[in-house]
């Protein structure tokens, strides 16, 4: 099975949303469907969001992650780890739904941690965002206010995953990869991310 894809542009509006990530992860380790996950979001108000307008693209956005997975045991240790390691999962689910994450992850934030780089600045995320408008042509039509967005929430990733420890932070923390999570990287062949969760193999 290939890996989704969304849409990069989608990232304006679709950030980290760990504790969303973890409700509807756990859902799906109870066996409940997506279609009830989804009329749970909107008619029950699964996420306690002061409006439901939302609820059901959140939902969907959150089963696209967990499908990403491909591995229901991931999606079990999602909704029941400690909370860092949640985010690891979930920032890797990112990871196969966007591929402008993955990149970033890999080109930024693998490089800097493999070269004992360990700093990394807004404007640096500015920069490869217009590297990677530069060849990627669905990106390069991304209004200014919507860079400034998607960079906002690549900044949250790292916040959230433990790399920085707030949004004024530029000094990047190394991460020691969750045991389960590496494994499923390996099984789907992922070997490239690794760098992303400050593991250097790639065998």
């Not at 409006?51 to 999602?78: C, F, G, I, K």
């Not at 590297?131 to 906002?152: L, M, W």
């Amino acid at each position: 099975m290939s890996k989704p894809a969304r849409k990069d542009g989608s990232l304006s509006r679709e950030h980290f949303m760990l504790r969303e990530f973890r409700l509807v992860a756990d859902l799906k380790h109870q066996g409940v469907s997506d279609a009830d996950i989804i009329a749970a979001a909107k008619d029950d108000n699964l996420f306690q969001y002061p409006t439901t307008s939302e609820s059901a693209r959140v939902a969907r956005t959150m089963l696209l992650r967990l499908e990403a997975l491909q591995d229901d045991a991931l999606v079990a240790h999602a909704a029941t780890a400690l909370k860092e390691q949640a985010a690891q999962i979930n920032l890797y689910a990112m990871m196969r739904s966007y591929a402008l994450v993955e990149q970033f992850m890999i080109q930024e934030i693998g490089q800097r941690i493999s070269t004992l780089d360990y700093h990394i600045s807004r404007a640096d995320i500015l920069s490869f965002l217009a590297r990677y408008q530069a060849t990627n042509p669905d990106a390069a039509t991304f209004a200014e206010a919507t860079v400034k967005r998607i960079a906002g929430v690549l900044m949250e990733c790292l916040c959230e995953v433990g790399y920085l420890a707030n949004t004024r932070s530029e000094d990047l923390i190394p991460l020691i990869i969750e045991p389960t999570l590496e494994d499923v990287i390996k099984k789907n062949n992922d070997h490239q991310m690794l760098s992303a969760f400050s593991c250097l193999e790639v065998l």
